[in-house]
T-cell receptor, first 114, second 116 residues
Framework: ETGVTQTPRHLVMGMTNKKSLKCEQHLGHNAMYWYKQSAKKPLELMFVYSLEERVENNSVPSRFSPECPNSSHLFLHLHTLQPEDSALYLC?????????????FGSGTRLTVV | AQKITQTQPGMFVQEKEAVTLDCTYDTSDQSYGLFWYKQPSSGEMIFLIYQGSYDEQNATEGRYSLNFQKARKSANLVISASQLGDSAMYFCAMRGGNQAGTALIFGKGTTLSVSS
C-alpha cells in the first residue's frame, strides 16, 4: 500500500465521546501534519511532527491530543469535543527541512460532532 | 511572517477556455517553494505543480503552468483548455526556510467552476 491513508473517512460523535483519527504513510517521509478545514475557512495547521517529535502546536485546545508513535503513524485523539469542531481533518506527510518538498495528503476524515 | 493571499473567492470559465488563478505571497526567506493543490468536493488534496524560488523557468505540468514573477511576489496558476473535471477548490501554498518543522502555509483558496 502506498500514499497516505486516513481512517475513518467519516465520523459522527457525541460531545462526551472519545475517538481517535488514524493516519498512516508508506512514503518514507520523516514529517507528518494535522490540518483542520472548516466550511468556508482556510486550512488551519494544528500539529507538526518531525522525526516523531512534536515541533509545533498551533494553540490547539487540549481536547485534541496528537500521538506519533513512529514515523509512519500519526493519531489524533479526540475527547469532549464541541459542535464547532465539526470539520474535515486532513493528515499529510513530507520530508522535513527542505522547501522543495510538498505534502502528500490523505483523503481526510469528515468529523461531525452532535 | 509568511503569508499567502488568494483574492478570488470564485472563478467561472467555460470548457476549453484558459483561466488564471491569482496568488501572491510574502516571505523574508530567500529560499522557498510555491505549490498549488486542487481539492475536489470529495475533500482530498491533489498536488498540481511546484515552483522553487531559484527556478528561472516557469514550471509546467501538462495543462497546468505557474506564472512566477519573483519581483512582484506572485505565483499564478494557469489552466489551459479547462475541463469539467477541473471544477474544484484550488489552493496556493508556500514553504519557506529549511529548518525542522517548517510547514506549508495555505491561502484561502479559489473555487473554480467550469461549465459546458
Amino acid at each position: 500500500e502506498t500514499g497516505v491513508t486516513q481512517t475513518p473517512r467519516h465520523l459522527v460523535m457525541g460531545m462526551t465521546n472519545k475517538k481517535s483519527l488514524k493516519c498512516e504513510q508508506h512514503l518514507g517521509h520523516n514529517a507528518m501534519y494535522w490540518y483542520k478545514q472548516s466550511a468556508k475557512k482556510p486550512l488551519e495547521l494544528m500539529f507538526v511532527y518531525s522525526l516523531e517529535e512534536r515541533v509545533e502546536n498551533n494553540s490547539v485546545p487540549s481536547r485534541f491530543s496528537p500521538e506519533c508513535p513512529n514515523s509512519s503513524h500519526l493519531f489524533l485523539h479526540l475527547h469532549t469535543l464541541q459542535p464547532e469542531d465539526s470539520a474535515l481533518y486532513l493528515c499529510a506527510s513530507s520530508q522535513d527541512g527542505t522547501v522543495n518538498y510538498g505534502y502528500t495528503f490523505g483523503s481526510g476524515t469528515r468529523l461531525t460532532v452532535v | 511572517a509568511q503569508k499567502i493571499t488568494q483574492t478570488q473567492p470564485g472563478m467561472f470559465v467555460q470548457e476549453k477556455e484558459a483561466v488564471t488563478l491569482d496568488c501572491t505571497y510574502d516571505t523574508s526567506d530567500q529560499s522557498y517553494g510555491l505549490f498549488w493543490y486542487k481539492q475536489p468536493s470529495s475533500g482530498e488534496m491533489i498536488f498540481l505543480i511546484y515552483q522553487g524560488s531559484y527556478d528561472e523557468q516557469n514550471a509546467t505540468e501538462g495543462r497546468y503552468s505557474l506564472n512566477f514573477q519573483k519581483a512582484r511576489k506572485s505565483a499564478n496558476l494557469v489552466i489551459s483548455a479547462s475541463q469539467l473535471g477541473d471544477s474544484a477548490m484550488y489552493f496556493c501554498a508556500m514553504r519557506g526556510g529549511n529548518q525542522a518543522g517548517t510547514a506549508l502555509i495555505f491561502g484561502k483558496g479559489t473555487t473554480l467552476s467550469v461549465s459546458s
